[in-house]
C-alpha cells in the first residue's frame, strides 16, 4: 500500500517568512494528493490539493508542487502569518483512498 | 463542499461497552470514509462505506470491532464495540466530493 513521509515534524518561522513542508509518497499510481489544515480541536480542513496532471498550483499564498518522478510534493506558504499556525498534514492516493503524513506542527512567532 | 455532522460530539464510555457514531451530510455521496485519530497523532483509515455494499476494512481493522452501516447516501454509522481505553480517540466521518471534507469528529473517551 501507499506510504507518505512528512519532514519536518515542527517547523517555527517569523511572521512573514516563508515555510515549506515536504512530503514523499511510494506508490507511484497515487494520483491525488491533498493538504490539511488541523487547529486544536477542530476537524482538518482542506486548504489545496493537486492531481497528478499538475506540477504546480497555487492559491494566494499557498502553493503546492509535485514531482512525479521523485515521488515528492510540497507545500510552500510565503508571508506567514500567526493564524497560519497549526498541523498541517500531507495525503496521498485516490479519492477513493488517502494515506496521512503524519504531521507538521507549523508555528508563526509574531 | 457539504454540510457534514456527527452525533455525539464527544462521549465518556466504561470499558466492555459500545457506542455507535451517527455521521449526516447535506447532500448525496456515493463514498463515505471513517478515520480515527489518536491523541497527537495522525489520521488512519478503518474503512470506507459505500451505499448498498459491505463496508472495506483497512488492514488492522475489523467489522466485529467497527461495524458500519450505509442505509443511504446521505448517512452512515460506525459503532465501536467492546471498547477498551485503546479505543480512545477522535473519530472522524468524511465525504468524497471530487475532494475529501471532514466532518467535526466524535472525542471518544474509555474508562
Known amino acids: 500500500g501507499e506510504n507518505v513521509e512528512q519532514h519536518p515534524s515542527t517547523l517555527s518561522v517569523q511572521e512573514g517568512d516563508s515555510a515549506v513542508i515536504k512530503c514523499t509518497y511510494s506508490?507511484?499510481?497515487?494520483?491525488?494528493f491533498p493538504w490539511y489544515k488541523q487547529e486544536l480541536g477542530k476537524r482538518p480542513q482542506l486548504i489545496i490539493d493537486?492531481?497528478?496532471?499538475?506540477g504546480e498550483k497555487k492559491d494566494q499564498r499557498i502553493a503546492v508542487t509535485l514531482n512525479k518522478t521523485a515521488k515528492h510534493f510540497s507545500l510552500h506558504i510565503t508571508e506567514t502569518q500567526p493564524e497560519d499556525s497549526a498541523v498541517y498534514f500531507c495525503?496521498?492516493?485516490?479519492?477513493?483512498?488517502?494515506?496521512f503524513g503524519k504531521g507538521t506542527l507549523l508555528t508563526v512567532n509574531p | 463542499s457539504a454540510v457534514i455532522s456527527q452525533k455525539p460530539s464527544r462521549d465518556i464510555c466504561q470499558r466492555g461497552t459500545s457506542l455507535t457514531i451517527q455521521c449526516q451530510v447535506d447532500?448525496?455521496?456515493?463514498?463515505m470514509f471513517w478515520y480515527r485519530q489518536q491523541p497527537g497523532q495522525s489520521l488512519t483509515l478503518i474503512a470506507t462505506?459505500?451505499?448498498?455494499?459491505?463496508?472495506?476494512?483497512e488492514s488492522g481493522f475489523v467489522i466485529d470491532k467497527f461495524p458500519i452501516s450505509r442505509p443511504n447516501l446521505t448517512f452512515s454509522t460506525l459503532t465501536v464495540s467492546n471498547m477498551s481505553p485503546e479505543d480512545s480517540s477522535i473519530y472522524l466521518c468524511?465525504?468524497?466530493?471530487?475532494?475529501?471534507?471532514f466532518g467535526p469528529g466524535t472525542r471518544l473517551t474509555v474508562l
Open positions: 468524511s465525504v468524497d466530493l471530487d475532494e475529501q471534507f
Open positions: 506508490d507511484s499510481a497515487s494520483n491525488y
Open positions: 493537486i492531481r497528478s496532471n499538475v
Open positions: 495525503a496521498g492516493g485516490s479519492n477513493y483512498k488517502l494515506t
Open positions: 447532500s448525496q455521496v456515493t463514498m
Open positions: 462505506a459505500n451505499q448498498g455494499s459491505e463496508a472495506t476494512y
